[in-house]
């Protein structure tokens, strides 16, 4: 199975680290086409290549994807326009948000339907559901 992960990166790279143990976890169920985007080294500056490449590789990878994966409690406008797309190309899309931040998940991602939505406060207590999520995910793409 091949994982689009998305995180922020010009919203903000406070969640880097957290983004790179969640890659970990979904090493289990395939390849995470966007490994680096748990990169410390990337800051909010960004990749060394212009943003058409940029663009363009990451709707390419996304286009490819089975699943999409998005890290959602720091707000990004490029993790938003991501999800946008891959619902409209019947991508399945779960989004994990940290629901303890003062902000609420924005309506037009909680109310869209084409994207799950699970909600934790640790890493620990993401893990056991990004797992029955996964399961349940590979059962049915088995049927
Ligand atoms: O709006 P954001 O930058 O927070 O959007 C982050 C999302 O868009 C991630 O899931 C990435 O897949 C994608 N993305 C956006 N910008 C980049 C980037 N450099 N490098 C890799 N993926 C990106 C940005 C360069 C720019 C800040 C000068």
């Known amino acids: 199975m091949k994982i689009y992960f998305a995180g922020s990166i010009s919203g903000g790279r406070q969640d880097a680290a957290l983004y790179m143990q969640i890659i970990s976890l979904l090493r289990k169920y395939g390849e995470v086409l966007t490994e680096h985007i748990g990169a410390e080294s990337l800051t909010s500056l960004g990749e060394a290549l212009d943003d058409k490449t940029i663009h363009d590789r ?3 990878w996304l286009r490819s ?6 890290e959602v409690t720091t707000p990004s ?4 326009y991501e999800i946008g797309k891959a619902t409209e190309w019947k991508i399945p899309v779960l989004c994990l948000y940290r629901a303890a931040t003062n902000r609420r998940l924005s309506g037009m991602l909680a109310g869209c339907g084409g994207a799950a939505v699970i909600e934790y406060l640790t890493l ?3 893990e056991p559901l990004l797992d029955e999520h996964l ?3 590979k059962l049915l793409q088995a049927l």
């Open 77 to 80: 406008l490029g993790v938003g």
């Open 58 to 60: 990451d709707i390419a």
């Open 124 to 126: 620990t207590e993401l």
């Open 135 to 137: 399961d349940t995910h």
């Open 65 to 70: 994807a089975d699943m999409m994966v998005a």
